[in-house]
């Protein structure tokens, strides 16, 4: 049960999943104030400047190591790898897209390692790479996505079996019974994601929150986005897109319009991504609750 | 060490079901399954008439004293089935346990209620359980859309559907999609279902009629050779991956119509296919978990193996979580 919180450097084996726009200093460093692995998340900005400010607010607010997520397809993310590298942070995860050259780079910086991987094939891919664990996140997941990805149940022990690092599982995990029933997999760790957008330290509007506390087992959707899909919650917008009457496609995947829809609660703007496991979130409560839960016997 | 809930009101061994497989739950099968201390039924939509299924349950009795079920979908299809009937049949014959799938089994419950049946009924959404459970039924299977054949519209993972069957249903829970090992078991007990139901895991077993060909197949086919047909005329089909799933997709992305599907998704084609090897034609419905099944044991090989590993996890567990 350590090696992951020992490769981490946390308490329990639980990494904060990256939630794009809504990824908060106070939350990453909540997360790790109460025993998790606290992530930021450079997504799909290009604001450098606004990235370091973030790093340095994390570390004003805990002495507890926290990371950051790197999405491999964005274009400006070697810069990003050099500015983590240069703040110390002691762990990175690498997902959507090619993480060759970012695996190479940080193994050389002697950062830590954990790559995202949806099928058993990047998985292995990642292993000989050399990364230091591997992150199976199954098609239950909110957020981006690939295409026919494998459910958690399915590809964890697949992964398990087919590298020889540690592997967390990811996606559709919110309780201690998830928790529990991914160590039975064979999992070292768990990511959370959507459980966290509902906490109280998260920045995530109002709306967004409530939209996941009132969510059923039926309530999100992939959404296409041309490269990606996205797993988002059914809002109205959602419905008109999935019905053809409103289109959103990979150019309108902006910051500005992620904030306002995430940040500022106008939900008509950009789908709000949630996973599956939305369904069994009823209240927002702090993550420290979150967490004690979910290790609690 | 496995007793739960389900093996209490089964009277079986251990907390596993064989899925019930369309066309290949037969009695070598089902037998096979019940001898080794698990759970399995018949799927009665498989036989052409009354004497075929009454010949089968006949056969099963011959070849094993333990408990099985007969499976009866309550799916709408093409040719009317009288399933009043194969109730009728389950009870003369003396089977104990009817599986109810799909659709809406209330019609039914007098029937079945008044024979003293052990009724499960097998859905796809936490809705239905909750439903189920609450309309008197003595057990509910749901699957996740990572199983083969028909998990359903809203595609959600068992993982997700488990926890939240678990908190709305207060008779045992069958969980179905995804599990082949003692480790998915042992999730889905952790999860809080009392058992489980795994079909793709029995499709390579030796007692199974898929011919040798298709069998090498599913043991070939990574968890990401699966797809589902299906969608357009609202009743998905998760199948392996081949040139006939292809067909299907094209005609239902011109907006073929049901009647134009219908030659083409016939399970008489895909029942010849599994028999004669022909890959190439025929839908083969099988579950993402094909990508975990890399071997063609026997049914009992299959059972202890999952058996003995379950323990093992579950020793693990309580280590990890004293």
């Known amino acids: ?297 | 060490m496995l007793k739960t809930r389900m093996t209490e009101l089964l009277g079986v061994d251990y907390p596993i079901q064989c899925g019930t497989l369309m066309w290949l739950s037969r009695a070598e099968l089902v037998a096979a399954v019940a001898n080794a201390g698990a759970f399995a039924c018949l799927a009665a939509h498989s036989f052409e008439n009354r004497a075929e299924l009454t010949a089968e349950i006949r056969k099963t009795k011959q070849l094993t004293d333990r408990v099985f079920g007969v499976n009866v979908s309550l799916m709408p299809t093409l040719k009317p089935q009288d399933v009043t009937d194969m109730i009728k049949i389950t009870i003369d014959e003396g089977v104990k346990i009817i599986e109810t799938a799909a659709g809406n089994p209330e019609p039914y419950r007098p029937q079945i209620v008044e024979a003293g049946l052990i009724h499960i009924h097998k859905c796809a959404r936490v809705r239905d359980a909750a439903k189920m459970s609450r309309m008197g039924v003595d057990a509910v299977a749901i699957v996740g859309t990572e199983a083969g054949g028909h998990p359903g519209m809203e595609k959600v993972g068992s993982l997700v559907l488990i926890p939240q069957a678990v908190d709305q249903v207060t008779v045992p829970l069958i969980a179905g999609g995804g599990f082949s090992d003692g480790r998915s078991l042992v999730a889905a007990l952790a999860l809080g279902a009392d058992g489980v139901l795994m079909g793709t895991r029995f499709m390579t077993a030796k007692e199974c009629i898929i011919h040798p060909d298709i069998k090498r197949r599913l043991v070939e086919a990574q968890e990401t050779d699966t797809l589902f047909v299906m969608e357009s005329i609202r009743n998905p089909g998760r199948v392996l991956r081949n040139p006939w799933a292809e067909k299907v997709l094209e005609m239902e992305k011109v907006g073929s119509t049901l009647e134009q599907l219908a030659p083409v998704i016939s399970g008489k084609i895909t029942l010849k296919g599994w028999l004669d090897g022909g890959f190439d034609q025929g839908l083969f419905y099988c579950g993402q978990v094909v990508g975990r099944i890399k071997d063609e044991p026997s049914a009992a090989e299959i059972i202890k193996s999952i058996v003995e590993e379950a323990v093992q996890v579950k020793e693990r567990m309580d280590g990890l979580f004293q």
Request: proline share 5%; charged share 20%; with cysteine.
């Open chain 1, 1 to 297: 049960m350590k090696e992951i919180s020992e490769m981490l450097g946390c308490r329990y084996p639980i990494i904060q999943g990256p939630l794009g726009g809504v990824t908060n200093p106070e939350l990453v460093a909540a997360v790790s104030e109460a025993g998790g692995f606290g992530l930021l998340a450079a997504y799909i900005t290009s604001d450098a400047d606004r990235f370091k400010a973030q790093i340095d607010r994390v570390k004003n607010l805990t002495d507890k190591p926290f990371g950051a997520n790197l999405v491999a397809m964005n274009p400006k993310s070697i810069e990003f790898a050099q500015i983590l590298v240069d703040s110390g942070l002691p762990a990175v995860t690498v997902s959507a897209g090619n993480p060759k050259e970012l695996i190479k780079f940080f193994k050389a910086q002697g950062v830590k390692v954990l790559n995202v991987a949806p099928t058993v094939d990047s998985a292995k891919k990642a292993a000989d790479l050399g990364v230091d664990a591997i992150i199976a996140e199954g098609s239950e997941s909110g957020g981006m996505q690939g295409f026919n990805g494998p459910s958690t149940m399915v590809l964890v022990p697949l992964v398990v079996d087919a590298v020889d690092v540690p592997v967390v599982a990811a996606g559709g995990i919110a309780d201690a019974r998830g928790y529990r029933a991914a160590f039975a997999l064979g999992a070292k760790g768990v990511q959370l994601g959507t459980c966290l957008i509902a906490s109280k330290e998260c920045i995530a509007h109002e709306n967004y929150k409530k939209a996941i506390c009132e969510a059923d087992d039926a309530n999100t959707r992939l959404v296409n986005l041309g490269r990606i899909q996205v797993r988002a919650l059914r809002t109205p917008l959602v419905e008109k897109v999935l019905e053809g009457e409103a289109k959103v496609s990979f150019t309108d995947f902006t910051p500005k319009n992620v904030e306002a829809a995430w940040i500022e609660g106008k939900l008509e703007v950009f789908p709000i991504s949630a996973g599956q496991i939305a369904g069994m979130i009823k209240e927002v409560k702090s993550v420290r609750q979150i967490l004690e839960e979910m290790v609690a016997d």
